[in-house]
């Protein structure tokens, strides 16, 4: 293979994996149904659930595909044709939902909210009030990556489950960057990835479904020809192979020792020490960027801290700029989604890529290319 | 993370990884929009292509998922509710196909042929001319591994074709290690796995659909509620991400990287040359296995040669025998699945596996397991 340049990864995901989970992956394969890896997978459910804060009979697991198949897992297994869903869309990721919820047969209703924005309570409690029947599902993005906003999903979570809803929340970019509390939330399909907060490579799907979840998709009944769509995100046939060793799929090694290590690294920093480095790390690079005019979109406390929306200030080409970053420093960021392309980058702060030291090459790095675009230095 | 114990993969998958591929694995990690990371993806395109042999106008790339993912990303593009399809079943993974046809809606109707047995041209003709309506799709297994059987999927595709049937073909256990000839067979969706016949480990499946095959899944309309069922497994959008980098979800490096440094070695073997060494493991195995009183559940004409369903000898217990070559062998080989199981083993000569080397170091192992257990010395 031709040589890989080196990055320093400050997009919205994936994060620079850490050297200890690059040397796991590394150690002898061993096949999807060997005593030692299933063994591995015990471990990894129980401190993935640590992580997520699931509750004791939640089933807690990995999806073996990328934080979109996760989507697509909790999505598959908590709707059926004309189940009546209910959208928080903050963002690209909550458009993602929609249509994702709209493929499998929902009704979608959309709580549509201004991009940059976090839902309040209020916006969704009036919002579902004003819905003529309650609905079965209501999904929500607690970190929306095409925005950097924060949504307030423990609140929201209570507002849906008081409909008798079941709850689908998104913590990609959340989970080992933000306090996570499915349990405390209520949540009954919380799903993420592991190549942003956890600092693995992407190809797995943390996942965790509540007992009712569970329950639910359990219940659907291939004699009466309610099969789920999708075999490969069936939560009963993956229930089969992570509990009882049943054959399903061939889970890659190197990636589940990858996240193994990954976990081992999370609970060794602790789960509230983690979600303190990414705040701090967070607002020094907020600090940093003051002085060359680049300000955050969302307001100060619905932002993210794993992923910063900069408005580009005006003056400064996006594209170019992004590609000098590339070119000279080897630093990637992000480019904005949809309607936020061309006015927003996408700086990641995420895992092992949450350090004061990334904060400082990258403002340094900015500020050498800036100075001449806007015609004053503004970094020193 | 614990020590992962050494074992020598000889079961139906995963096989043991090339050391290159796992070197390649631990290169820097690029992002999935990364310019020198789409420069990849488009050189492994081309390449598999090769590896397929399929046509030029076909679109060859993986699915971020493992070979199930391939199957059922060739299903969801190829099938609509009420599609008429046929699955030609020789094991276990010919009814996964009816599973899944089934699930996205289509009307499945089977060509039974007895485990252990290919499918030859004539059943299939025959089975073919006593349908009331043509069908729409026909699948079929190259290398069945639930059995160890080789089917002669250019003769059953032609006839397919004849009908004005899409052909779905999976090649999960034949590709790199038999011939494989999409653009001679004429086959609209073709699918394998990294895991097998290439050595890599597993994560991404190669797939490889025909002009008519991509054409017929742009043609569905979203704007007439035709959306596929799955978003993840969306032919459009994948081919969006790989053709038009346009963000669809984000692709493991280490896993590409693994994937190009495969097929890297299997075009320096020589396609030709790869499938001469299969097929001379598989002999010496069968040779091997010979003394034991051990022999194949196919006939000679109709077997694998990456994965030998090996009848488990009167006398010998399944279970316990193979837990002993793993725990004082450190040997890894595969049980039977359903009405197989506890009366074959599957033997895995995939990819890096088939070697002389580890014939001689299974053959030895079993003999000194089998001995005692049937009463006389069976291997020198």
């Known amino acids: ?23 796991a992956m590394t150690e002898p394969s061993l096949s999807h149904l060997d005593p030692a890896m299933m ?23 990995a999806v073996s595909g990328t934080g979109t198949s996760g989507m697509e897992t909790a ?11 209910v959208v928080v869309v903050t963002g690209y990721f909550g458009e993602r939902l929609v249509q994702m919820l709209g493929r499998y047969g929902a009704t979608v209703t959309r709580a549509d909210v201004e991009w940059g924005r976090a839902c309040s309570p209020e916006q969704l409690d009036s919002f579902l009030r004003a819905l003529p029947a309650p609905p079965d599902v209501v999904a929500m993005v607690h970190g929306e990556t095409s925005t950097g906003v924060l949504n307030p999903v423990g609140d929201l979570c209570r507002l849906a489950s008081a409909t008798g809803a079941m709850t689908i929340v998104d913590c990609v970019t959340s989970l080992g960057a933000h306090p996570v509390d499915v349990a405390g939330w209520g949540a009954d399909a919380v ?23 569970v329950e639910s998709a359990a219940a659907v009944s291939p004699e009466r020809g309610e099969t789920h769509r999708s075999f490969y995100f069936d939560l009963n046939l993956l229930a089969d192979y992570w509990l009882n060793r049943k054959y399903h799929h061939t889970i890659s090694a190197p990636l589940v020792y990858a996240l193994d290590e990954a976990l081992d690294i999370v609970l060794e920093e602790g789960l509230d020490a983690r979600s303190e480095r990414h705040r701090t790390n967070h607002l020094a690079l907020v600090e940093g960027l003051a002085p060359m005019g680049m300000e955050l979109l ?3 406390a619905e932002r993210l801290w794993s992923l910063n929306a900069v408005k580009i200030p005006d003056g400064v080409e996006d594209a170019p700029t992004r590609k000098q ?15 936020l ?17 990334n904060v400082q090459t990258l403002t340094a790095a900015l500020g050498s290319l800036l100075s001449p675009q806007i015609g004053r230095r503004v970094y020193q």
């Open 191 to 213: 799903y993420s990835c592991t190549q942003k907060g956890l600092g693995a490579p992407s190809g797995l799907a943390p996942i965790t479904f509540s007992r009712r979840a």
């Open 39 to 61: 063994t591995m997978l015990d471990a990894v459910r129980h401190r993935l659930a640590r992580v997520f804060r699931a509750g004791e009979d939640a089933f807690t697991f």
């Open 1 to 23: 293979m031709p040589r890989v340049p080196e990055r320093l990864l400050l997009g919205p995901g994936p994060s620079p994996v850490e050297p200890r989970v690059a040397r």
């Open 341 to 357: 392309a061309g006015r927003i980058w996408r700086i990641g702060l995420m895992g092992f890529g949450s350090s004061l030291d």
């Open 75 to 85: 999505v598959a297994n908590l709707v059926r044709p004309g189940s009546r869903a």
């Open 325 to 339: 970053l590339l070119d000279r420093f080897g630093i990637e960021i992000g480019a904005g989604l949809g309607p």
């Open 298 to 300: 969302p307001p100060p």
